[in-house]
T-cell receptor, first 118, second 113 residues
Framework: EAQVTQNPRYLITVTGKKLTVTCSQN?????MSWYRQDPGLGLRQIYY???????DKGDVPEGYKVSRKEKRNFPLILESPSPNQTSLYFC?????????????????FGNGTRLTVT | ELKVEQNPLFLSMQEGKNYTIYCNYS?????LYWYRQDPGKSLESLFV?????AVKQEGRLMASLDTKARLSTLHITAAVHDLSATYFC?????????????FGEGTQLTVNP
């Protein structure tokens, strides 16, 4: 089954304790992205990756790191989590079309990770 | 900075009625997406609109795109309870280093029996 798998689904942690949220897709998608969803703010992009070893900042990258060593995996790292990073996080992936700078296939989303930082 | 605004943000309607959700965006783009999110669930793609004048229909939902007006609409025909969900539009913002999607705040739709 084609899917984007995030783990864990729920995570409660304390301020400053490093954590990683994993994301894996089995659709051979080039493009992957992380979003956070907060009430009244919709989804905001944290980081994205156009392909292996190519990553770039989204709109709210502060406090986050990513890596793309393999095509299927795109982990989100919080080196020193703070309470303002309490949110619902989604990983997503899609194909790229033939153009260098855009894509036209819809994003496939993971089931989300609800993170609480106390 | 690209801004994407949806309205209304909250919509309560009766089964059988029609209504339209609007998505306005602030800068040039020729790609717009609609997604649905059920409570506690992930987002599911509904429509991809790729050019001016594009119209797509699936069941009781129809989406259109007017790139000159920077406006997309999601029209609901004869609403049923199963359509209750939050609907997001997202606008593609092609940049030299890659595409970026900007999402609207979402429209929370409740269809009452």
């Amino acid at each position: 089954e084609a899917q984007v798998t995030q783990n864990p689904r729920y995570l409660i942690t304390v301020t400053g304790k490093k954590l990683t949220v994993t994301c894996s897709q089995n659709m051979n998608h080039e493009y992957m992205s992380w979003y956070r969803q907060d009430p009244g703010l919709g989804l905001r992009q944290i980081y994205y990756s156009m392909n292996v070893e190519v990553t770039d900042k989204g709109d709210v990258p502060e406090g986050y790191k990513v890596s793309r060593k393999e095509k299927r995996n795109f982990p989100l790292i919080l080196e020193s989590p703070s309470p303002n990073q309490t949110s619902l996080y989604f990983c997503a992936s899609s194909f790229r079309d033939g153009r260098l700078s855009s894509y036209n296939s819809p994003l496939h989303f993971g089931n989300g990770t609800r993170l609480t930082v106390t | 900075e690209l801004k994407v605004e949806q309205n209304p943000l909250f919509l309560s309607m009766q089964e059988g009625k029609n209504y339209t959700i609007y998505c306005n965006y602030s800068t040039t783009s020729d790609r717009l997406y609609w997604y649905r999110q059920d409570p506690g669930k992930s987002l599911e793609s509904l429509f991809v609109l790729l050019s001016n004048g594009a119209v797509k229909q699936e069941g009781r939902l129809m989406a259109s795109l007017d790139t000159k007006a920077r406006l997309s609409t999601l029209h609901i025909t004869a609403a049923v309870h199963d359509l209750s969900a939050t609907y997001f539009c997202a606008v593609d913002r092609p940049e030299t280093s890659g595409s970026r999607l900007t999402f609207g705040e979402g429209t929370q739709l409740t269809v009452n029996p």
